[in-house]
């Protein structure tokens, strides 16, 4: 095994009290539970943690063990090993040590073979949250993503053009995942780990400049904080909350006018429609959309299905990803398979 320095893997060098640190991520953890306990999510008895080997999940599987526990849930530690590194499973065996020792009922390793379009980091996590929704089928399984990465995700949104849903960032509660950190800086799941003994495992992904996220974490935040003179990762994290906020009241309103406007099923009717306002009319195209099997839809795909009602002209259907067609007909909108009438 390497020097402390450049450990392959965690280890925890002593059994400790936890101290403040610790204590914030327990309570962070315990609150969310207490979230999905009240909205019936905890029905399994069975709770998964995801384990990277890294500072943020070692913290959030000890506060997990400790929650459950208390709960008389059992806590399965779920570690993927992506096989991306030579000592990648010698990586996952030591993190499953480490997790038994703090207190988790059972520790799984999960291999995956990374492969798929849009690079190694969007292949792997493909890869990681199937394998990690097929091990835990009916159970929350909760995610060590902390503030730091909710900033990260707000930053990516907001360079990719995408939109207030994908600024308002990641959910605490988006079934079957949970995230409890989001609320807890980076910082605090070091220190967290420290407190309770534990060495945790430096991803060398993390810090490579040739990942986008790694760039992010390691040049575009820091300068933003010198910049802005600190405070930057905590105000787009809450940035993130207020537009989530607003997503979800738009949702609701959207969800009402396809109800108005679904009069008969897999059809919506174009004047129930054509009084709304844009965005409300586009959100409730969009969740037509999705639950007739469409996919990757664009901002651009939504807009030109919204000109079927808004600037209607006998213009053709509109192709979308899924193999579908959206087109208008009779005072009607459709969507149906490439090929199908």
């Known amino acids: 095994m390497a020097a402390q320095g450049s450990r392959l893997a965690p280890a925890v060098v002593a059994e400790r009290s936890p101290g403040q640190s610790a204590l914030r991520v327990r309570a962070a953890v315990t609150a969310l539970l207490d979230e999905a306990d009240a909205a019936g999510l905890l029905t399994e ?14 913290a959030l599987a000890d506060a ?47 291999e995956v073979e990374v492969s798929g379009r849009g690079g190694v980091e969007a292949a792997a996590r493909r890869a990681r949250y199937a394998a ?28 990719r053009g995408s939109g207030p849903r994908s600024i308002s960032g990641m ?43 790694a760039r992010l974490r390691t040049e575009a935040l820091p300068l933003l904080e010198e910049v802005l003179q600190g405070g930057v990762a905590g105000a787009l994290a809450r940035t993130a909350t207020q537009l989530r906020e607003d997503c979800e009241a738009l949702d609701a309103l959207a969800a009402e006018l396809r109800t ?34 469409a996919t990757d839809l664009t901002d651009g795909h939504l807009r030109s299905v919204d000109e079927l009602v808004s600037r209607w002209r ?21 969507v149906c398979r490439q090929g199908q009438t």
């Open 45 to 58: 008895r069975v709770v998964g943690v995801a384990v990277s080997g890294g500072p943020d999940s070692l």
């Open 132 to 159: 990690l929704a097929d091990a835990m089928l009916g159970s929350l399984v909760l995610l060590g993503h902390t503030r730091d990465d909710q900033a990260e995700t707000v930053l990516l949104g907001l360079g």
């Open 260 to 293: 108005v406007a679904e009069q008969d099923p897999g059809e919506l009717d174009v004047v129930a429609l054509a009084d709304a306002h844009a965005a409300l009319r586009r959100r409730a195209l969009r969740a037509w959309l999705l639950d007739a099997g």
């Open 171 to 213: 959910r605490p509660l988006d079934p079957p995942w949970a995230r409890p950190l989001l609320d807890v800086p980076r910082a605090t799941t070091v220190k967290a780990c420290a407190e309770l003994g534990v060495l945790p495992w430096q991803d060398p992904h993390n810090s490579d400049s040739r990942f986008t996220r």
């Open 314 to 334: 006998g213009q053709g259907g509109v192709w979308l990803p899924g193999d579908l067609v959206a087109s208008r007909a009779h005072g009607k909108l459709r």
């Open 64 to 110: 997990a063990a400790n929650a459950c526990g208390k709960r008389g849930l059992e806590t399965h530690a779920l570690i993927v090993d992506h096989g991306l590194q030579a000592s990648s499973a010698a990586v996952a065996k030591e993190t499953a040590r480490t997790v038994e020792a703090l207190g988790v009922t059972e520790a799984r390793v999960l």
